[in-house]
């Protein structure tokens, strides 16, 4: 069983297209993170949820918006997208516990802007 | 704000120990020091977590000075399996800050 799965695994799409990348997992974890990581794989935290509520909200243009519609799906509507959207998006999930920064990541949402 | 600094690369040979060190200096007191494994097209995978001295799991340890300003991942006796890159991540409830990752290519 996937733990933590997203859709789509690739998305293509021209400038100033608006679209959505799913999220669930399936592991009972109440915190759920999107990260972008770039061409240079630098990994970074976009937002993290935790029982529907934005915990962090990183510096990322108002145009990137998560919606936590239940604690199992964290999606990720990105508006207007630009030619620097293009990488590679991660979902992740935790519980907090003994490890309580250990995230579980989904495969990745590889997004190119043409 | 924390941030975390890595080696770029490290080469070893199979069944050697490697020992890949992450600087934080700035790490709050609140804050642990987590490590992950990235192959590629793959999300990253925990490995261990730290706060303080040493932790060991079955896959790694994690050393960690009184001072907290770094932190060292140790891999016992790696393997071609264990190429990937890895990342160190200081983190609390409202920062996550992962490293710039360190590339391992573990040679026969």
């Known amino acids: 069983d996937t733990a933590v799965s997203q859709t789509p695994k690739y998305l293509v799409t021209q400038m100033g297209n608006d679209k959505s990348i799913k999220c669930e997992q399936n592991l009972g974890h109440d915190t759920m993170y999107w990260y972008k990581q770039d061409s240079k794989k630098f990994l970074k935290i976009m937002f993290s949820y935790n029982n529907k509520e934005l915990i962090i909200n990183e510096t990322v243009p108002n145009r990137f918006s998560p919606k936590s519609p239940d604690k199992a799906h964290l999606n990720l509507h990105i508006n207007s997208l630009e030619l620097g959207d293009s990488a590679v998006y991660f979902c992740?999930?935790?519980?907090?516990?003994?490890?309580?920064?250990?995230?579980?990541f989904g495969p990745g949402t590889r997004l190119t802007v043409t | 704000l924390a941030k975390t600094t890595q080696p770029i690369s490290m080469d070893s040979y199979e069944g050697q120990e490697v020992n890949i060190t992450c600087s934080h200096n700035n790490i709050a007191t609140n804050d642990y020091i987590t490590w992950y494994q990235q192959f590629p097209s793959q999300g990253p995978r925990f490995i261990i977590q730290?706060?303080?001295t040493k932790v060991t799991n079955e896959v790694a340890s994690l050393f960690i000075p009184a001072d907290r300003k770094s932190s060292t991942l140790s891999l016992p006796r790696v393997s071609l399996s264990d190429t990937a890159v890895y990342y160190c991540?200081?983190?609390?409830?409202?920062?996550?800050?992962f490293g710039t990752g360190t590339r391992l290519q573990v040679f026969p």
């Open positions: 992740a999930s935790s519980r907090i516990g003994t490890e309580p920064y250990e995230q579980y």
């Open positions: 991540l200081v983190c609390n409830t409202d920062k996550l800050i």
């Open positions: 730290g706060y303080k």
